[in-house]
């Protein structure tokens, strides 16, 4: 299902997901294949692969799928929704502040943080469920079979059996934003920023947290 350009009237903003705002913005606003769109995700949302590892179907530090396949998945999930009528929900998670815990004891404990995450998400996720690594500390996992209180429940528990402790003491987190279709919308751009404005609003209340796309505080239209 091709992705086609949607417009964003209102979308919070925070500085923690400004990397995958740019995202949507820049790569799902233009037509293109599922190839060229992966190509512009690598250079939005860079990843610190060695060598060709880029184009690997998984990636190398956490197991999870990579950039390429989640373009493709979303797209494929959405042309099955649209055809057979199967709801399915875009969990977007982010690390909060992980830059500063790489600054503070280096790359080694930051990886070691984003493979827990990694292992959260298969903990909590189902056979038909994907689960992706998108970008340096940004996650996606597609639910399948899923509306909103589903998915707000499995994110809450992915996130709860999270025991993120740095060896300085202070304790790490995540935000999580979703949307889904066709609960809030049917093509697959348009859900995926849902999902970045719901990831918004949880960084903007703190971290932490899990939100659900509102179009009450969300106004997003197709061009």
Request: charged letters at 20%; hydrophobic letters at 45%.
């Amino acid at each position: 299902m091709a992705i086609s350009p949607p417009r964003i009237d209102t979308i919070p903003h925070h500085p923690g997901i400004s990397r995958i705002q740019r995202f949507a913005t820049t790569v799902f606003a233009r037509a293109g294949s599922d190839a060229d769109i992966a190509h512009s995700l690598r250079g939005v949302l860079p990843l610190r692969y060695p060598g060709d590892a880029a184009g690997l179907d998984h990636d190398p530090l956490t197991g999870l799928a990579s950039q390429p396949v989640f373009v493709a998945s979303l797209g494929r999930w959405a042309a099955r929704s649209a055809r057979e009528g199967t709801p399915y929900s875009l969990l977007l998670i982010d690390v909060d502040h992980l830059g500063a815990v790489n600054a503070r004891q280096g790359h080694v404990r930051g990886d070691a943080l984003l493979r827990q995450i990694a292992a959260a998400m298969r903990q909590h996720a189902t056979r038909e469920d994907r689960l992706f690594r998108i970008g340096g500390d940004e996650f996606a996992a597609l639910l399948a079979a899923t509306g909103p209180e589903a998915a707000q429940r499995q994110a809450e528990a992915m996130l709860q059996s999270l025991q993120i402790a740095t060896d300085d003491g202070r304790p790490g987190s995540v935000s999580a934003g979703i949307a889904g279709a066709p609960w809030s919308a049917r093509e697959p751009g348009l859900v995926f920023r849902q999902a970045i404005a719901g990831l918004a609003d949880a960084k903007r209340c703190g971290g932490a947290g899990v939100a659900i796309f509102d179009p009450a505080r969300h106004r997003l239209t197709t061009r």
